[in-house]
């Protein structure tokens, strides 16, 4: 159809056409949300009507710029921090396999130590706004480190045969193909550590004891039994959070582009690991066990805090065989941990097939996709402590809000990987299939789901801690069960050795699970090679 001129105004009807549908679609499900808020369909008014929202924010809102400057600010210091530190250990471990094996069991223990666990200790030991300034850092170093990792891993191997091939070394070869070839893993990254920062100021607020903030309105708003007032502090930070997804996600959609590549590559161009003889290997495997634990002992030296708030490696050994109550200590940390692991394999199933399945819609159907993100943000942005007394009223409190849970922490992270995965996908790989008649779904099954591997794998790294960590914040605030539990009832009896306990196990399994889907990945990887 021609474009009509009415005045000035030109009216372009197939552009027009999808801004009115989705404008249609938003429209009636804010309907449907505020209808189902009024007639209290849902847990007898849990979910309030977007209207009442509203209005409690208009009521309260002289009370959010003070608040909304302190999280903003320690979150942004975080932000800044954690992806700098980031994407430096990203590059060295991508250029260093022996230095990425090394590290491998600190870098998933930073990612799943317990925030409910170490915001006390981070408290009493860091000054002023040292604690949410942290866990904002700490929020985006994994994933942003992950993504450079992948992105530097995934350059075509034939940009770096050209650049060898007019003579350029290692540099050249890092500044023109591999770098540009990781822009979008990086900014996809960027995309995740923005909610990450902003939920991990939130949460060390919880513990801070501090007056301003997100988390301290929210501590202080819980007991007064008014949803509209913490949906509408969810909404808040959801929108903070969508902010910084969304400036991100426009740069990197701005320079994608660029760096794009022209055709499907047969392979990648992953740095070969060193030949290392089965001494060295061992050797290696030692150092990545032990290293954990020696940077643990030198932070605990360095802390200077009484031994009874702060546990040495020896200090929790011993706690765990030699004390009065160790056996005892020992049969209920392995119950709790046969609580808490089913649902967390379950909510890291759950969570990156549901990132997928978005993922693949957002491919297939992004009109739908955009309709599901302001829910996802949602999930990601909603400070836990106030998202699970909600869901508790929707789920119950057992295993299927463990499950929500899960599913809330995980899916956010695994669907911004596999999105920015299917959308790497060159257009000439696409043109190619629909040259041959392939639909869309074809497409995305032959073509596009394939070249994603690298990225689903690593969705489900990202995904396997975090399941955990929003397990045992279920068992915490809702179920009364497992590790969760465990660690509720220690901090409420000062028992510092089962706190560190818990944290230690569940840090070990989640490095257990990261390097079992690390292996899993190799053996694809292997076998799609050979």
């Known amino acids: 159809m021609r474009p009509v001129r009415i005045g000035w105004v030109r009216l372009r009807p197939a552009r027009w056409k999808p801004s009115l549908s989705l404008t249609l679609e938003v429209a009636a499900a804010l309907a449907i949300w505020e209808l189902a808020g009024r007639m209290k369909w849902i ?70 130590l317990p925030a409910i666990a170490i915001v006390p200790v981070l408290v009493l030991t860091l000054p002023s706004d040292g604690a949410r300034i942290v866990l904002a850092a700490l929020g985006c170093y994994f994933t942003t480190m992950t993504a450079t990792m992948v992105g530097l891993a995934s350059a075509d191997p034939r940009g770096i045969d050209v650049v060898r091939g007019w003579g350029g070394g290692r540099a050249a070869v890092f500044r023109y193909v591999r770098l540009p070839a990781a822009v979008p893993a990086i900014l996809s990254g960027l995309q995740v550590g923005a909610p990450n920062a902003l939920l991990g100021s939130i949460l060390a607020e919880f513990g801070g004891g501090g007056r301003w903030g997100l988390g301290a309105y929210l501590i202080g708003s819980l007991g007064r039994a008014e949803p509209d007032r913490l949906w509408g502090i969810g909404l808040v930070a959801t929108a903070c959070a969508a902010v910084g997804y969304a400036a991100f996600g426009l740069l990197g959609r701005a320079l994608t582009g660029s760096v794009r590549a022209a055709t499907l590559p047969t392979g990648t161009a992953a740095l070969p690991a060193p030949a290392l003889g089965r001494s060295g290997r061992l050797a290696l495997a030692a150092g990545a066990v032990l290293m954990p634990f020696a940077l643990w002992w030198g932070a605990v030296a360095a802390s200077g805090l009484p031994a009874m708030l702060v546990k040495s490696p020896l200090d929790v050994f011993a706690y765990l065989t030699a004390g009065p109550r160790a056996e005892g200590v020992r049969e209920r940390l392995i119950g709790a941990l046969a609580e808490t692991l089913p649902p967390s394999l379950a909510g890291v199933a759950l969570g990156v097939v549901a990132a997928l399945l978005l993922a693949v819609l957002a491919e297939a159907a992004p009109r739908l996709a955009r309709l599901m993100m302001p829910l996802s943000l949602f999930t990601q942005a909603m400070p836990l402590v106030a998202l699970t007394p909600i869901l508790v009223l929707v789920f119950g409190r057992g295993t299927a809000v463990m499950l929500a849970v899960t599913v809330s922490v995980t899916f956010f992270p695994a669907y911004v990987l596999l999105a920015q995965g299917l959308a790497a996908v060159p257009q000439g790989a696409r043109d190619l ?96 090679g050979g």
């Open 43 to 112: 847990a007898d008014g849990a979910l309030p009507a977007p209207s009442a929202i509203l209005v409690r924010l208009w009521i309260d809102w002289a009370d959010y710029p003070p608040h909304l400057a302190a999280t903003l600010t320690t979150a942004a210091v975080g932000f800044l921090i954690g992806n700098a530190i980031g994407i430096v250990c990203g590059t060295l471990f991508a250029f260093s396999p022996v230095a990425e094996r090394l590290f491998r069991g600190v870098n998933v223990a930073i990612f799943a």
């Open 433 to 528: 299939g629909r040259a041959y008649g392939a639909s869309r779904w074809r497409e995305l099954r032959l073509i596009a789901l394939p070249a994603a591997v690298p990225h689903l794998f690593a969705a489900i790294r990202l995904a396997a801690p975090r399941a955990i960590l929003g397990v045992m914040i279920a068992e915490w605030l809702a179920t009364g069960t497992g590790l969760g539990n465990l660690l509720n009832r220690a901090r409420g009896m000062l028992d510092y050795g089962m706190i560190w306990s818990v944290a230690v196990l569940s840090v070990l399994v989640s490095v257990a699970l990261y390097e079992l889907v690390s292996a899993a990945e190799g053996a694809v990887m292997r076998r799609r």
